[in-house]
């Protein structure tokens, strides 16, 4: 008796340290979010809570690594590829991203830094990406498979800036230890310690011909550091507050830096002596880049909306960036032909501007964010290996999920995307518009293959049946309508309903069809007489029906509105009403086993609910903005959902998966040296 009130009281303790551990996990998920992911893996170890995996699974899905989306926090750094055609950026969200310059948009994401990514550059031949982080580390990624190369440590306090030689040999980075540390790419081994007792590196950057580094100082100075003998080679005075930038012209004649004392300054490389130094700026200058001819320098200010065009001959200034957000970082493509700007919003969780310039006329030439707009819809490919994604200005872009990295975007679409379904077979991807049209893609050629015309008004849903041989669509004209999927002709409308139709869904057998109403009601047709069966009430209920589906074994049906409920399709009644989302529930999916249905609000929270005896077994947080698109993935361990923010995000639903990637992660990225103190207990050990 003794020993079972002694387990008991065990048992109670552990659950309700690991409910403490979970709370402190959500608690730090947004601004530390690798912390957050090992402090909830401590929580569901020490108790499987249904908190405990909540928690778990909300901060993996808050990683960086697992958003397809643009930054969520300020950018510091830019930088472009050697051909022009790729931009890489640093953020405050621990994340370095790649992007697109032609099409503007997000290519990858590298995550894997604890702190804020300060420094970001290519390698000469484009290979290589390096970042220099806030966590005391430096990394190099691949530039083709964009994987993780190495985790640079030794720096004992943050890293704020790296740069590679001119052969690509050799990768400096810079830190607030007061070291420089220099690199062989190759081997990933230290070579050198360049030190003189002097205080915070700022930046660093390699003179043209290799020979000489140029470090910026906290303490007003730059130090020109001989490669070949390790020596201060000359010191240069004369800024009157903290070096932020330094810059070699293309020739390594002249030097280019910024300062926190509001102005960028022009050194000559021969002499050492400072040529020109340029005001306006309205706080520190914290980037400078010259264009590759060197005739001109372009400078950018930490608090300030715009950038600033030098002549670097009659040191007149020349032209201004202007921007609707504050300006942080600029960059002149290898090509002359365009700059990049990058800015910083103040605010996180809002998406900062990245923004490419006509670098002839000044002329604002491309946004680049990672998406045209509010994502509205998502869906998976039947083998699990691709995500489309559809946004509020009708792009739809298409995600390899396993590198996380983009794969195509589909045009076509003048207005915002409603809804997308892939057939069966996975060959065709069908998606809907508020432009009155329904488009038909191959998934294999990615390019249109028909255009679906004959709504009034917008299309919100679209639905394939089993057998992959019709698509049946519903609008706002208070109809539905059937589509053969081989001669892209119309089959049937089916009308009568009282209001707009904004859901839709097949029977697992093909032979009924469901149709959502904005008059509150559901209705279930008869595919082979065209005629409604039955409408389906809710007691109560004001909400117009957002969402439905029947689950995969065809007994039930479920669809959302201000709750969501469920109905036995054999008899029509109402099995079950699910509560607990303190908003109106707009998307719902089955779990393709059946096992789990997944619901989503307004309220911001997924909900994981047992189909077995309607039971919560977790709610997701971290979302960001509402969920405005969902779904399973066919293996049933991931979900992807869609919001308004304009963030696709990536859900592993299976805890002991979870905790298997965040070690796998944290080994990988050295995180026990970053984020662990000695007073935690690493749960990957």
Request: net charge neutral; hydrophobic share 35%; aromatic share 6%.
């Given at each position: 008796?003794?020993?079972?009130?002694?387990?008991?009281?065990?048992?109670?303790?552990?659950?309700?340290?690991?409910?403490?551990?979970?709370?402190?996990?959500?608690?730090?998920m947004?601004?530390?979010?690798?912390?957050?992911?090992?402090?909830?893996?401590?929580?569901?170890?020490?108790?499987?809570?249904?908190?405990?995996?909540?928690?778990?699974?909300?901060?993996?899905?808050?990683y960086?690594?697992?958003?397809?989306?643009?930054?969520?926090?300020?950018?510091?750094?830019?930088?472009?590829?050697?051909?022009?055609?790729?931009?890489?950026?640093?953020?405050?969200?621990?994340?370095?991203?790649?992007?697109?310059?032609?099409?503007?948009?997000?290519?990858?994401?590298f995550?894997?830094?604890?702190?804020?990514?300060?420094?970001?550059?290519?390698?000469?031949?484009?290979?290589?990406?390096?970042?220099?982080?806030?966590?005391?580390?430096?990394?190099?990624?691949?530039?083709?498979?964009?994987?993780?190369?190495?985790?640079?440590?030794?720096?004992?306090?943050g890293?704020?800036?790296?740069?590679?030689?001119?052969?690509?040999?050799?990768?400096?980075?810079?830190?607030?230890?007061?070291?420089?540390?220099?690199?062989?790419?190759?081997?990933?081994r230290?070579?050198?310690?360049?030190?003189?007792?002097?205080?915070?590196?700022?930046?660093v950057?390699?003179?043209?011909?290799?020979?000489?580094?140029?470090?910026?100082?906290?303490?007003?100075?730059?130090?020109?550091?001989?490669?070949?003998?390790?020596?201060?080679?000359?010191?240069?005075?004369?800024?009157?507050?903290?070096?932020?930038?330094v810059?070699?012209?293309?020739?390594?004649?002249m030097?280019?830096?910024?300062?926190?004392?509001?102005?960028?300054?022009?050194?000559?490389?021969?002499?050492?002596?400072?040529t020109?130094?340029?005001?306006?700026?309205?706080?520190?200058?914290?980037?400078?880049?010259?264009?590759?001819?060197?005739?001109?320098?372009?400078?950018?200010?930490?608090?300030?909306?715009?950038?600033?065009?030098?002549?670097?001959?009659?040191?007149?200034?020349?032209?201004?960036?202007?921007?609707?957000?504050?300006?942080s970082?600029?960059?002149?493509?290898?090509?002359?032909?365009?700059?990049?700007?990058t800015?910083?919003?103040?605010?996180?969780?809002?998406?900062?501007?990245?923004?490419?310039?006509?670098?002839?006329?000044?002329?604002?030439?491309?946004?680049?964010?990672?998406?045209?707009?509010?994502?509205?819809?998502?869906?998976?490919?039947?083998?699990g290996?691709i995500?489309?994604?559809?946004?509020?200005?009708?792009?739809?872009?298409?995600?390899?999920i396993?590198?996380?990295?983009?794969?195509?975007?589909?045009?076509?679409?003048?207005?915002?995307?409603?809804?997308?379904?892939?057939?069966?077979?996975?060959?065709t991807?069908?998606?809907?518009?508020?432009?009155?049209?329904?488009?038909?893609?191959?998934?294999?050629g990615?390019?249109?293959?028909?255009?679906?015309?004959?709504?009034?008004?917008?299309?919100?849903?679209?639905?394939?049946s089993?057998?992959?041989?019709?698509?049946?669509t519903?609008g706002t004209?208070?109809?539905?309508?059937?589509w053969?999927?081989?001669?892209?002709?119309?089959?049937?409308?089916?009308?009568?309903?009282?209001?707009?139709?904004?859901?839709?869904?097949?029977?697992?057998?093909?032979?009924?069809?469901?149709?959502?109403?904005?008059?509150t009601t559901?209705?279930?047709?008869?595919?082979r007489?065209?005629?409604?069966?039955?409408?389906?009430?809710?007691?109560?209920?004001?909400?117009?029906?957002?969402s439905?589906?029947?689950?995969?074994?065809?007994?039930t049906?479920?669809a959302?509105?201000?709750?969501v409920?469920?109905?036995?399709?054999?008899?029509?009644?109402?099995?079950?009403?699910l509560?607990?989302?303190?908003?109106?529930?707009?998307?719902?999916?089955?779990?393709?086993?059946?096992?789990?249905?997944?619901?989503?609000?307004?309220?911001?929270?997924?909900?994981?609910w047992?189909?077995?005896?309607?039971?919560?077994?977790?709610?997701?947080?971290?979302?960001?903005?509402?969920?405005?698109?969902?779904?399973?993935?066919?293996?049933?361990?991931?979900?992807?959902?869609?919001?308004?923010?304009?963030?696709?995000?990536?859900?592993?639903?299976?805890?002991?998966?979870?905790?298997?990637?965040?070690?796998?992660?944290?080994?990988?990225?050295?995180?026990?040296?970053?984020?662990?103190?000695?007073?935690?207990?690493?749960?990957?050990?």
């Amino acid at each position: 008796m003794a020993f079972h009130q002694s387990r008991v009281a065990s048992d109670q303790r552990r659950i309700a340290e690991s409910r403490e551990l979970a709370a402190r996990a959500d608690g730090m998920m947004r601004e530390k979010p690798e912390a957050a992911m090992l402090l909830a893996l401590s929580a569901y170890r020490r108790s499987p809570t249904n908190e405990a995996r909540s928690s778990l699974i909300s901060t993996y899905a808050q990683y960086p690594g697992n958003q397809l989306t643009g930054h969520t926090d300020d950018m510091w750094a830019v930088a472009f590829s050697p051909d022009s055609r790729l931009v890489v950026t640093a953020s405050d969200d621990h994340t370095a991203k790649l992007w697109d310059t032609a099409s503007g948009r997000l290519v990858t994401t590298f995550a894997g830094h604890t702190d804020r990514v300060a420094g970001v550059v290519f390698s000469p031949d484009g290979r290589l990406i390096a970042t220099a982080g806030r966590d005391r580390t430096a990394k190099l990624w691949d530039g083709v498979t964009h994987q993780l190369v190495a985790t640079l440590t030794g720096h004992s306090s943050g890293v704020n800036s790296v740069a590679f030689s001119s052969d690509g040999r050799t990768l400096a980075s810079a830190s607030d230890d007061g070291t420089i540390r220099l690199w062989d790419v190759g081997t990933h081994r230290q070579t050198a310690l360049l030190s003189d007792g002097s205080s915070s590196v700022r930046r660093v950057a390699f003179s043209p011909d290799g020979r000489t580094l140029a470090a910026g100082y906290s303490d007003q100075k730059v130090r020109l550091w001989d490669t070949k003998s390790r020596q201060v080679r000359a010191i240069l005075t004369g800024h009157t507050n903290a070096v932020m930038a330094v810059a070699f012209s293309p020739d390594g004649r002249m030097l280019a830096t910024g300062s926190s004392d509001r102005t960028a300054r022009l050194w000559d490389m021969e002499t050492y002596r400072s040529t020109a130094t340029f005001s306006g700026h309205a706080d520190l200058v914290w980037s400078v880049a010259f264009s590759p001819d060197g005739r001109t320098l372009a400078t950018a200010s930490f608090n300030d909306d715009t950038a600033r065009l030098w002549s670097t001959t009659t040191h007149e200034a020349t032209g201004a960036l202007t921007s609707s957000g504050l300006i942080s970082a600029v960059a002149f493509s290898p090509d002359g032909q365009s700059l990049v700007t990058t800015s910083e919003t103040g605010q996180r969780g809002v998406t900062p501007t990245l923004q490419l310039w006509n670098a002839s006329t000044l002329e604002k030439s491309r946004t680049l964010t990672g998406s045209a707009g509010s994502a509205t819809a998502v869906t998976i490919s039947p083998d699990g290996h691709i995500l489309a994604a559809g946004d509020s200005r009708g792009s739809v872009v298409l995600w390899d999920i396993a590198r996380r990295s983009l794969i195509t975007t589909l045009t076509g679409h003048t207005n915002a995307i409603t809804s997308m379904v892939f057939s069966q077979d996975g060959r065709t991807l069908a998606t809907t518009s508020d432009d009155g049209t329904a488009r038909l893609w191959d998934t294999r050629g990615y390019r249109e293959t028909a255009m679906l015309k004959g709504h009034v008004g917008s299309i919100r849903a679209a639905a394939f049946s089993p057998d992959g041989l019709t698509l049946a669509t519903a609008g706002t004209d208070h109809s539905t309508r059937l589509w053969d999927t081989h001669s892209h002709r119309p089959v049937a409308v089916l009308d009568g309903e009282p209001d707009a139709v904004g859901s839709v869904a097949f029977s697992p057998d093909g032979r009924t069809l469901a149709t959502g109403s904005h008059d509150t009601t559901v209705r279930l047709w008869d595919l082979r007489s065209r005629k409604v069966i039955v409408t389906l009430q809710r007691e109560g209920q004001l909400c117009r029906t957002y969402s439905l589906a029947f689950s995969p074994d065809g007994r039930t049906l479920a669809a959302t509105s201000c709750d969501v409920t469920v109905w036995s399709t054999e008899t029509h009644q109402r099995v079950t009403r699910l509560t607990g989302h303190t908003d109106t529930t707009s998307q719902l999916a089955y779990a393709p086993d059946g096992r789990m249905l997944a619901t989503a609000g307004y309220d911001r929270t997924i909900r994981l609910w047992e189909t077995q005896n309607h039971q919560p077994v977790a709610t997701l947080t971290g979302t960001g903005n509402y969920v405005s698109g969902l779904a399973y993935a066919p293996a049933g361990h991931l979900l992807a959902t869609a919001n308004t923010d304009g963030a696709i995000r990536l859900w592993e639903l299976e805890p002991e998966t979870v905790g298997k990637r965040i070690c796998t992660l944290s080994r990988e990225h050295l995180w026990h040296r970053t984020i662990i103190s000695p007073s935690w207990k690493n749960p990957c050990d």
